[in-house]
């Protein structure tokens, strides 16, 4: 099973930086693709950006490209999200997730099998 615990959110200032991560408790990291997910106020959860079994392949939204960075370390059961140049726009609670398949299989929330409890990320205009 897959056990995801969010780290690292909290309050920035516009332009500043964070980093999160989620760790895995489980022994079946390296199995699955990746996400991180965000959810603002009154909107739908969206993906910004996912990672492939082996780090080969990486999908971004376009409303973060050039400005996160996804990564995993698979010994350390660990993905990350780095955020550079924070926008208030990209206040949400963020969440990482895990899934079977393929990379480009699906991007929806539901095509996402486990989900983490999420961290919420404040950008301050």
């Known amino acids: 099973q897959v056990h995801l615990v969010e780290s690292g959110g909290g309050l920035v200032q516009a332009g500043g930086s964070l980093r999160l991560s989620c760790a895995d408790s489980?022994?079946?990291?390296?199995?699955?693709?990746m996400g991180w997910f965000r959810q603002a106020p009154g909107k739908e959860r969206e993906l910004v950006a996912s990672?492939?079994?082996?780090?080969?392949?990486?999908f971004y939204a376009d409303s973060v490209k050039g400005r996160f960075t996804i990564s995993r370390d698979n010994a350390k059961s660990t993905v990350y999200l780095q955020m550079n140049s924070l926008k208030p726009e990209d206040t949400a609670d963020y969440y990482c997730?895990?899934?079977?398949?393929?990379?480009?299989?699906?991007?929806?929330?539901?095509?996402?099998?486990?989900w983490g409890q999420g961290t919420q990320v404040t950008v301050s205009s």
């Open positions: 489980g022994r079946t990291f390296s199995s699955y693709i």
């Open positions: 990672i492939s079994r082996r780090s080969g392949a990486t």
């Open positions: 997730a895990a899934r079977g398949g393929y990379l480009s299989d699906g991007r929806k929330e539901y095509d996402y099998d486990f």
